[in-house]
């Protein structure tokens, strides 16, 4: 890599140092300054005051994270050429560039597709107009480049993305029980007929990584808190495009509109989603909620104004679906509470969150002991590992007597 770089001063490792080249082009580009305008955590401020972190900065440190991981694995012989060490660097920076405004509230309204998608359109259109520089990157991040560990870095269960937003979150938020041994665990990576181990000696830093990320996902990214405001904030966006196409004239920025205002099932070219799409941030879904709290639609109005003043709904988790009786108190509450201006489509939410540390039925986590045996972390490990899915239940409705 060029021998020059730029210097940007993270709060949660220091100094992260980026080669001049490709890499800077990449972070210097307006699509990827994009993210700075689109918060990591969503509504998570609502909850934890400090999470005001971007993605900008988590693939920032995503990137660093890279670096190490590199650096390590030639340090142990580990062939990898500067031009792989570029590309797999290029595809972690680019890994969440897909990702629109508030998390995926967008995802679940207004845009009919999962962000990974539109990160990898986003990654094509930006090789053309880096001339195909490009190419590898893609061919990482698609998991169709011959050496598996390097997309195993770039998307695994020890991956640089989780080991990323699992430190920078519980840096942010506050929540101590996410930190993890990044440093340490970075440091017994190695690689094994082709695929990605760590050495015995960091199990114990493993399974503290996996004991965190559950941790991190009910405290912090399934707080009932949280939940609630995301799904009030998906329903502000279902009731405003349902106005949109009865014909109702609503305020909101230009590219929110052009979404809002799109025929269902209506075809579009790529390029043409993707130019409204990445000129989408926090901004535009923050002034459009400001607008619509003035609404004279009541559910419009009540949603919107609810998430500016945060006057969220309450949250009710079940080890089980909602009770159907329990689930018709509630909506005779709020007939009683709001008459013929409740539409409980809005109002009354019920679904369900679901969260598994460890996936043991997918790309594994793999430890290397020293007589040269591999085996996953969940068969040699003596502390539970949650591999088993653990779903709740929630019931999500408007606090009434206010």
């Not at 085996?375 to 408007?398: G, M, R």
Request: hydrophobic share 40%; net charge negative; proline share 4%.
């Amino acid at each position: 890599m060029n021998g020059r770089k730029k210097i940007f001063n993270d709060p949660v490792y220091g100094f992260v140092s980026v080669p001049v080249g490709l890499l800077l082009a990449l972070i210097d580009h307006p699509w990827f300054q994009r993210l700075r305008r689109i918060r990591q955590l969503g509504l998570a401020p609502f909850v934890y005051p400090g999470a005001l972190h971007t993605r900008f900065h988590h693939a920032l440190g995503a990137l660093h994270l890279m670096q190490e991981s590199i650096e390590t694995l030639r340090q142990k012989g580990v062939p990898i050429t500067d031009g792989e060490a570029e590309a797999a660097c290029a595809a972690i920076l680019l890994h969440d560039i897909g990702h629109g405004p508030f998390s995926h509230a967008l995802e679940h309204t207004l845009v009919e597709m999962h962000h990974e998608q539109i990160s990898l359109w986003i990654m094509e259109e930006l090789n053309k107009q880096f001339d195909g520089k490009l190419e590898l990157a893609i061919s990482i991040f698609n998991d169709q480049y011959p050496k598996k560990f390097l997309h195993q870095l770039v998307s695994g269960q020890l991956d640089m993305d989780r080991m990323d937003y699992l430190n920078r979150d519980s840096f942010f938020t506050g929540v101590s029980e996410g930190v993890i041994g990044y440093d340490r665990i970075i440091k017994m990576l190695d690689v094994h007929d082709g695929q990605l181990v760590v050495e015995e000696k960091g199990i114990y830093s493993v399974e503290k990584f996996l004991i965190a990320r559950r941790l991190m996902y009910w405290q912090v990214y399934l707080h009932k808190t949280g939940v609630a405001a995301e799904h009030m904030l998906i329903n502000t966006l279902r009731r405003a495009r349902t106005l949109a196409l009865e014909g109702k004239v609503l305020e909101a920025p230009r590219h929110l509109n052009w979404f809002l205002y799109r025929k269902p099932g209506e075809q579009v070219r790529n390029d043409e989603l993707l130019s409204h799409f990445l000129r989408l941030d926090d901004n535009d879904i923050t002034a459009a909620v400001k607008y619509w709290s003035e609404s004279d639609d009541f559910i419009l109005s009540f949603l919107s104004g609810g998430i500016l003043d945060r006057r969220l709904f309450r949250l009710e988790w079940f080890s089980e679906p909602v009770p159907p009786e329990y689930e018709q108190q509630i909506r005779e509450m709020a007939a009683r509470e709001f008459g013929d201006k409740a539409d409980s489509r809005y109002l009354i939410i019920t679904g369900s969150e679901s969260n598994r540390a460890y996936d043991d039925s997918r790309d594994q986590i793999r430890i290397l002991f020293k007589n040269g045996t591999v085996l996953p972390v969940d068969k040699c490990s003596d502390v539970p590992l949650y591999t088993q899915l653990v779903t709740k239940f929630f019931i999500c409705y408007p606090k009434t007597g206010r």
